[in-house]
């Protein structure tokens, strides 16, 4: 509790009261708080005896009226109740796969006063292809937000550091999938991924399989993450 205690002074502290006085009738930041805090408590997953992954993306949905009067305030607000999380997760062994991300929008069936948190485990996810320096991709795989060229010969993707595009999720193996990419006669790509013999194996447009072709906006998941084929039109593609 002295946590909340102390996040509900800083904001006081940011704003000069004047926040205060705008949520006098409405939303209050400390419920907020609470509330992120019980939706990490509820959402934990066990990683180990003393280490939980927890969510780290969230949109806080609130009433028109609500979201008006916050907006002066969003930014400033999200970041400390994202330093109010990480404290809390640090008191519990909680693990966020990314950085924390909280947004607010506007629900039309919420009225004054409610509010509603959704969240997700989004894990961090960095590459180290260089080949685009020479040669523009015309395939990208879609990953939390990032997106990452496909060039022949293709891609690893994994957990682990030897892969080509690694993916901070525990669902994931050290080298999961790869992503084979060749040039055809006729000017197009051939797409396909192949499982590396994963723990968890992968989903291709929700069918657990070894091997695939792809196609634009073909789905595979791996652990708990999405990742997309997207094909890059050729008149930008080409040259």
């Known amino acids: 509790m002295r946590g909340l205690q102390r996040f509900e002074q800083r904001l006081e502290q940011v704003v000069s009261g004047v926040f205060a006085r705008a949520f006098r009738s409405a939303v209050q930041p400390v419920e907020i708080s609470a509330a992120l805090q019980r939706e990490v408590d509820n959402n934990a997953q066990i990683l180990s005896r003393d280490r ?7 949109d806080v949905e609130l009433s028109e009226t609500d979201l008006e009067r916050l907006s002066p305030y969003d930014n400033a607000m999200a970041r400390d109740l994202a330093d109010q999380l990480q404290d809390h997760a640090e008191s519990q ?68 550091t030897e892969s080509d595009i690694r993916i901070n999720d525990p669902g994931v193996s050290r080298r999961h999938v790869e992503f084979v990419v ?38 595979v998941k791996v652990g708990n993450t999405e990742l997309t084929v997207l094909l890059v039109d050729d008149d930008h593609g080409r040259g």
């Open 52 to 58: 939980r992954l927890v969510p780290n993306d969230f």
């Open 93 to 160: 062994g909680y693990v966020f796969p990314g950085p924390v991300h909280i947004s607010f929008e506007a629900a039309g069936d919420l009225t004054t006063g409610r509010f509603r948190i959704r969240s997700r485990a989004e894990a961090s996810v960095s590459g180290d292809d260089h080949r685009t320096r020479h040669r523009t991709p015309r395939a990208m795989l879609e990953i939390n937000r990032t997106r990452h060229p496909l060039m022949p010969p293709g891609v690893v993707v994994g957990r682990g």
């Open 182 to 219: 060749s040039d055809r006669h006729d000017g197009d790509l051939d797409l396909s991924v192949v499982d590396l013999g994963s723990t968890n194996g992968m989903l291709v447009d929700g069918r657990k399989v070894e091997r695939a072709p792809l196609k634009d906006g073909t789905v």
